[in-house]
């Protein structure tokens, strides 16, 4: 099995930068065989896609409100997969995931919370001055 540990939130200020982590571990969770998807769920609201990587043909996905403003990278080497989240808003407040879809399934969008094979705990941003 594997599994996946977010790290890097807190507590942060409007206007500046958080950079989050998702390292994966175990035999069986090689990011090259995996496409990462963000997600965040703030108190009282559904879990949301925010970035992502289809499993289909590589394609990032980000939701309107990040786009510009966060950006997904990977480093193989480390097998860690990052949001770098900038210019940040009290409504960025969530607790953020980042999940793994195997590469070639999946039918549903990658921004959605669905067909998911791993998911990290969960870490939570809070943006407030």
């Known amino acids: 099995q594997g599994q996946l540990v977010e790290s890097g939130g807190g507590l942060v200020q409007p206007g500046k930068s958080l950079k989050l982590s998702c390292a994966a571990s175990?035999?069986?969770?090689?990011?090259?065989?995996?496409?990462i998807g963000w997600f965040r769920q703030a108190p009282g609201k559904e879990r949301e896609g925010v970035a992502c990587?289809?499993?289909?043909?590589?394609?990032?996905s980000y939701i309107d409100s990040v786009k510009g403003r966060f950006t997904m990278s990977r480093d193989s080497a480390a097998n860690t997969e990052y949001l770098q989240m900038t210019s940040l808003k009290p409504e960025d407040t969530a607790v953020y995931y980042c999940?793994?879809?195997?590469?070639?399934?999946?039918?549903?969008?990658?921004?959605?919370?669905?067909?998911?094979?791993?998911w990290g705990r969960g870490i939570q941003v809070t943006v407030s001055s």
């Open positions: 999940a793994a879809r195997l590469l070639g399934w999946g039918v549903s969008p990658c921004l959605q919370p669905r067909e998911y094979d791993f």
């Open positions: 175990g035999p069986s969770l090689g990011l090259q065989n995996y496409a």
């Open positions: 990587v289809s499993s289909l043909d590589g394609s990032s």
